[in-house]
């Protein structure tokens, strides 16, 4: 049962973290999933715990963690961004590890390169309503239009600020431009925009409560 939750863990995070980053799925005091990404610390299965590191932060501090780790951890720099894993059903308490390099995250990016045609705009991430991924696309919607980006929604997500919420595998909303949440004809959650108008996103039940959390209803 326990490896069937991480194995489903593991392909969830795989769809929405950058190509650089690794992961690390740790169990009570050892590592049982590691997934090596461009950025590779070399932990190995049935690895315990070292001290420093980004998972016994989490396993201390109950929630989720992000931060730069020195070289003494593992032999190479990391910053890593943590998150505490919880099912009763399958008696699963452990923590999932983001594994980046270590100059990935510095401080949010206040712009973005948006294309229109043959056109490259620098865009205020203040300006920015919502990004979405359609047909492997990455769009940038803004009061001015809609614009390009070279970028994929899981490398946006992590270089843009805590005003921005990912709500679905499709979409990351500012959150200023949120005029109500609430359920849709079946039910789920969805987001309505006070611009454009009458524009309303669907919250997929993989971010629910992430969104909850965030948002505090």
């Known amino acids: 049962m326990k490896d069937t939750v991480y194995h489903q863990f593991s392909t969830f995070i795989e769809d929405w973290v950058p190509e650089e980053a690794s992961i690390a799925i740790a169990d009570e005091n050892k590592y049982v999933t590691y997934i090596p990404g461009k950025h590779d610390i070399h932990i190995n299965q049935g690895q315990s715990i070292p001290s ?16 730069l ?11 890593g961004v943590g998150y505490p894993l919880e099912n009763k059903e399958a008696r699963l308490s452990g923590a999932l590890t983001v594994i980046l390099p270590p100059d990935y995250y510095s401080s949010p ?4 390169v ?28 803004t009061e001015e239009g809609c614009f390009q980006s070279k970028y994929p ?29 609430s359920r849709d004809v079946a039910s789920n959650l969805e987001i309505a925009l006070r611009k454009p ?15 909850r959390d965030t948002l505090g209803f």
Request: zero cysteines; proline letters at 2%; a positive charge.
């Open 153 to 181: 929604l899981k490398t946006l997500e992590f270089r843009l600020s805590n005003s921005f919420i990912r709500i679905h595998r499709s979409y990351i909303v500012n959150i200023s431009y949120i005029k109500q949440i």
């Open 52 to 67: 420093g590191s980004i998972t016994e932060r989490v396993y201390l501090q109950k929630s989720r963690v992000e931060s």
């Open 197 to 211: 108008e009458d524009t309303r996103l669907s919250i997929s039940q993989s971010y629910v409560q992430k969104v």
């Open 109 to 112: 990016v206040s712009f973005i």
């Open 114 to 141: 948006g294309r229109q045609e043959d056109v490259w705009i620098p865009i205020a991430v203040d300006q920015i309503i919502y990004i979405e991924s359609h047909q492997k696309k990455t769009l940038i919607v």
């Open 69 to 79: 780790v020195d070289k003494s951890v593992f032999g190479v720099p990391y910053y």
